[in-house]
């Protein structure tokens, strides 16, 4: 065969070797130092990439230029890593399994992932990392029964009923909630954990398979009631469910799942009765697993600004109470008690870490979404508090999200959109494709999860709270608020000529009410009308 001359790039046949090529003429600059004048020089042959064949499959490299041969292997990296990024990443499947997470009193700042000092939660901070982590998430009420029917039904307080603490267990039968869609659209669904709508611990609707316990439970050796059967075991209560929880994973098919987890910790050991009162007052005993009670023992407690909070403006946090001292430093949640709580969080963690772990060598863990939040959050002194929750603070109301899902969430999202609790539901649905008729005050993340921000997103949310008389430093305290980007305006239901209002931009800490200052009038009056709207909608 007679071999011809090839291009840079271009493959001869067997044969002789092309020919060199005839000099040819170009104008080229000059050296240096002679930029600008022009001259004829005669080019040297350029060299070529002769690759010959001299019988079927010897292929070989005669000449080869470096430059050439970099930008070749440079190419041929970038096209190889894409094609394996193109195979890692799977396919969203069109029911994906989904496992919901929910920490009973967690602050949104107690998380390493969400920079503690000294808090170690590895397996949670997985979530995050591997995930999305929402910096502006808010529950809607901030109290345990209200919350969870929140988080269950995509409607707000007002709307879903569950008003309080009090024993509401027959209402509790009744809603609405998200895994009762999935039910029905072929979901085994699970639900472990405390309930606490009422002190009933029997089946809620929409559940194939159920392990909970009455009212609170109990830190230690908890009685579950699983399907149907109430059971006692040994240990502390969040290694049971944790064992529970990966006892029903083990147990199931190809079938997609939902499982949520409502855990007891890191609420405090007491009895709640059925008309909302508690049997310790103080709400200040956390029992963390004995292997757990010296964690974190040398480590300083943080505090936020607003442990210093005079109060002033706070007409109602300043009432006189009988038999209990003015809020103040003094009044605050003592050191320890933080420490027995994050230690509480560590079972938790490790819960999570076994239940990635078990996902993981199923090969489920990337079909699977995986949702960790909490019902809201808790006082560490600020603005004097401690055990009260119930306010509408940054500290009570802001709650960590972190959601998990790898076919449709970039590894480290950052998401500063508002959240509030009442979008889960809508959100499940949503990630599972499922259609339903049941109306949400709540609306679908997964815009937001799939790194979106709509442009009709909302600017405002709703906080309420109906009075109780748990804590008598907080009677005639019901009220409803609105939180926007700049403000948050509190109006209470009963108390009069007590309203707040905070410029969150500037005082983040919430210590200067401007509700009398005369520049912020027509500011208080716009929060007036969308908190109305918040409440008709």
């Given amino acids: 065969?007679?071999?011809?001359?090839?291009?840079?790039?271009?493959?001869?046949?067997?044969?002789?070797?092309?020919?060199?090529?005839?000099?040819?003429?170009?104008?080229?600059?000059?050296?240096?130092?002679?930029?600008?004048?022009?001259?004829?020089?005669?080019?040297?042959?350029?060299?070529?990439?002769?690759?010959?064949?001299?019988?079927?499959?010897?292929?070989?490299?005669?000449?080869?230029?470096?430059?050439?041969?970099?930008?070749?292997?440079?190419?041929?990296?970038?096209?190889?890593?894409?094609?394996?990024?193109?195979?890692?990443?799977?396919?969203?499947?069109?029911?994906?399994?989904?496992?919901?997470?929910?920490?009973?009193?967690?602050?949104?700042?107690?998380?390493g992932c969400m920079g503690h000092p000294f808090v170690r939660t590895p397996h949670i901070d997985r979530i995050s990392r591997e995930g999305a982590r929402f910096r502006n998430a808010f529950c809607s009420t901030p109290l345990c029964s209200p919350m969870r029917a929140c988080l269950l039904t995509g409607r707000y307080t007002h709307n879903h009923g569950i008003f309080d603490n009090i024993n509401r267990s027959e209402h509790s039968h009744t809603l609405k909630t998200f895994p009762q869609e999935l039910q029905k659209a072929g979901y085994a669904t699970a639900y472990v954990g405390k309930w606490h709508m009422g002190n009933d611990d029997t089946a809620r609707p929409g559940f194939d398979?159920?392990?909970?316990?009455?009212?609170?439970?109990?830190?230690?050796?908890?009685?579950?009631?699983?399907?149907?059967?109430?059971?006692?075991?040994k240990g502390h209560t969040t290694d049971v469910l944790n064992q529970k929880v990966n006892e029903f994973v083990k147990a199931q098919g190809e079938k997609p799942f939902c499982l949520y987890i409502a855990h007891k910790a890191l609420h405090p050991e007491l009895t709640q009765r059925d008309d909302g009162s508690i049997t310790d007052p103080s709400a200040a005993k956390f029992m963390p697993a004995k292997r757990h009670e010296k964690?974190?023992?040398?480590?300083?407690?943080?505090?936020?600004?607003?442990?210093?909070?005079?109060?002033?403006?706070?007409?109602?946090?300043?009432?006189?109470?009988?038999?209990?001292?003015?809020?103040?430093?003094?009044?605050?949640?003592?050191?320890?008690v933080i420490r027995d709580r994050?230690?509480?969080?560590?079972?938790?963690?490790?819960?999570?870490?076994?239940?990635?772990?078990?996902?993981e060598s199923q090969g489920k863990l990337d079909d699977t979404v995986f949702v960790f939040t909490s019902d809201h959050g808790y006082w560490y002194g600020e603005h004097g508090l401690s055990v009260e929750r119930r306010l509408p603070y940054e500290e009570g109301i802001r709650v960590p999200l972190l959601v998990r899902y790898p076919p449709l969430?970039?590894?480290?999202?950052?998401?500063?959109?508002?959240?509030?609790?009442?979008?889960?539901?809508?959100?499940m649905l949503d990630l599972a494709h499922v259609k339903t008729d049941q109306k949400y005050d709540g609306r679908s993340l997964v815009p937001l999860l799939k790194g979106a921000h709509p442009a009709d997103w909302r600017q405002s949310f709703l906080v309420e709270y109906n009075s109780d008389t748990v804590f008598p430093r907080l009677v005639k305290m019901g009220y409803k608020a609105v939180r926007t980007p700049?403000?948050?305006?509190?109006?209470?239901?009963?108390?009069?000529?007590?309203?707040?209002?905070?410029?969150?931009?500037?005082?983040?800490?919430e210590m200067q009410n401007l509700i009398n200052d005369p520049a912020a009038k027509e500011t208080v009056k716009q929060l007036q009308a969308e908190l109305k709207q918040l409440m008709k909608d």
């Fill in 409 to 427: 969430i970039k590894a480290g999202t950052l998401i500063d959109e508002f959240a509030v609790s009442v979008d889960l539901a809508p959100t």
């Fill in 209 to 233: 398979h159920w392990v909970s316990m009455k009212g609170q439970g109990t830190s230690f050796d908890p009685t579950l009631n699983i399907n149907g059967e109430r059971i006692q075991f």
């Fill in 295 to 336: 964690l974190y023992s040398d480590d300083a407690i943080p505090r936020r600004l607003n442990v210093v909070d005079t109060l002033e403006g706070k007409r109602a946090l300043k009432r006189t109470v009988p038999g209990l001292p003015p809020l103040s430093q003094k009044t605050g949640t003592s050191d320890e």
């Fill in 342 to 359: 994050l230690r509480m969080l560590a079972g938790i963690d490790e819960g999570v870490g076994s239940l990635c772990e078990l996902l």
């Fill in 1 to 111: 065969m007679r071999g011809r001359q090839c291009s840079s790039t271009a493959i001869c046949e067997a044969g002789r070797k092309p020919d060199s090529g005839s000099a040819k003429t170009a104008s080229l600059l000059d050296s240096p130092g002679q930029s600008g004048t022009v001259k004829s020089q005669p080019i040297r042959p350029r060299a070529q990439t002769m690759i010959y064949e001299s019988q079927p499959g010897a292929v070989f490299v005669k000449r080869f230029p470096r430059f050439v041969l970099l930008q070749t292997l440079v190419w041929c990296c970038l096209v190889i890593c894409l094609c394996l990024n193109a195979v890692s990443v799977k396919a969203a499947p069109a029911q994906p399994n989904i496992v919901v997470v929910l920490v009973d009193d967690l602050r949104w700042d107690e998380l």
């Fill in 486 to 509: 700049r403000w948050k305006y509190i109006q209470f239901n009963e108390l009069t000529g007590m309203n707040e209002l905070y410029d969150m931009q500037h005082d983040p800490y």
